[in-house]
């Protein structure tokens, strides 16, 4: 059976998500969560950190869009020995770097080992693991329901796992974890149904979500410090409803984009396909590129310029390394992959 060809809006939705997890770590290194909310800048600051936190949620979408079809077959957890080779490889990367710009001990080898073994370097890739785990099961039950069930599984699930944070009454508060499942269900439900919407009103919803947020934030701070109990109490925000809606407007935007360049085509799809490596590495250029900043700046207003510089350069660094790694590392990958491989989009996961 013929497969399809890669669906350049899907690599364009997962280069822009791992951009976005560079931002969100900019401001984990900016001092941003230690600088008081006051002043145009800082409420500038506060809408981009909530607009960027679509990055995770958009992450999970793609990974319902291509894994709604996966069963329960031992290809699909083969599938996640080279992820687990992945992170491990950058993970000891990452405490070498530690120890040479924190000074030697920052990392031991005992608490090296766990923080490596409890995913403390990358909290998603523990989540994506047990998620994995779950999606032939996830699957079975979207199989299981008709249309008008799917739109209800998907209604309840928003409800009970993002209302909480923005509407905080009715709705008990711990259902929230259930974020990746609303998110992941998204993902298929798209996949399933192709919904369409103007590109006008995306972006308005993205607008409107983002300013709610920003908006709650900067004023339930009170000129003090950024207040995660304020929607942000669940993994920095990510169950929130206006993620919700901010991620779902900007993955229909762009999904089924079509992109008439091949060479671009091509540089997107060469980035896509290295976004869990990006993830990853951000990480170490985070220690390299601020640990020298941060021995002249002390206030996240002045990183503001800064913002424009690092992300970019961090990007385009954790890119290439990614790259370069999994050249390096595609003997072993290879060994790894799975024999059989479902026809159809999925070549493009």
């Given at each position: ?32 969560y230690e600088t008081p909310l006051i002043g145009s800048r800082m409420f500038v600051m506060t809408f981009c950190r909530w607009f960027f936190m679509i990055c995770v949620p958009l992450f999970m979408m793609l990974t319902g869009y291509f894994k709604c ?177 901010a991620a779902s407007a900007f993955f229909l935007l762009f999904y089924d984009v079509k992109i008439k360049s091949p060479a671009l085509s091509a540089i997107l799809a060469r980035i896509s396909e290295v976004s869990l490596e990006i993830y990853l590495f ?68």
């Amino acid at each position: 059976m013929q497969r399809k060809e890669r669906e350049a809006g899907l690599d364009l939705i997962r280069v822009f998500a791992a951009l976005f997890v560079v931002a969100v770590h900019f401001y984990l290194n900016c001092n941003y969560y230690e600088t008081p909310l006051i002043g145009s800048r800082m409420f500038v600051m506060t809408f981009c950190r909530w607009f960027f936190m679509i990055c995770v949620p958009l992450f999970m979408m793609l990974t319902g869009y291509f894994k709604c079809h996966k069963s329960f077959t031992k290809e699909h957890y083969l599938s996640l020995c080279p992820i687990l080779m992945t992170y491990v490889v950058i993970a000891v990367l990452k405490v070498i770097v530690s120890n040479l710009y924190y000074g030697a001990g920052y990392y031991t080898v005992l608490s090296a080992i766990k923080a490596i073994a409890t995913y403390q370097m990358a909290w998603y890739v523990g989540m994506y693991v047990a998620l994995m785990l779950l999606i032939p099961f996830l699957n079975k039950l979207w199989e299981a329901l008709d249309a008008k069930q799917h739109k209800w599984l998907i209604l309840t699930l928003t409800v009970i796992g993002s209302l909480y944070p923005l509407f905080p009454y009715f709705i008990p508060s711990y259902w929230q974890l259930l974020y990746p499942f609303v998110f992941y269900y998204l993902g298929v439900y798209i996949r399933t149904y192709r919904p369409k919407i103007r590109a006008i009103w995306a972006v308005l919803a993205i607008l409107a979500a983002t300013a709610i947020e920003a908006a709650v934030s900067y004023f339930a701070a009170r000129g003090g410090f950024f207040r995660t109990e304020v929607l942000a109490q669940v993994d920095s925000g990510y169950s929130v409803l206006t993620v919700v809606i901010a991620a779902s407007a900007f993955f229909l935007l762009f999904y089924d984009v079509k992109i008439k360049s091949p060479a671009l085509s091509a540089i997107l799809a060469r980035i896509s396909e290295v976004s869990l490596e990006i993830y990853l590495f951000t990480g170490i250029y985070d220690v390299i590129i601020f640990s020298c900043l941060k021995q002249q700046r002390t206030q996240a207003t002045e990183f503001f310029w800064l913002f424009f510089l690092t992300v970019p350069l961090n990007f385009i660094l954790s890119a290439g390394s990614g790259i370069l790694l999994k050249l390096v590392l595609s003997p072993l990958t290879k060994l790894m992959k799975p024999k059989k491989n479902e026809a159809g989009s999925e070549k493009q996961e």
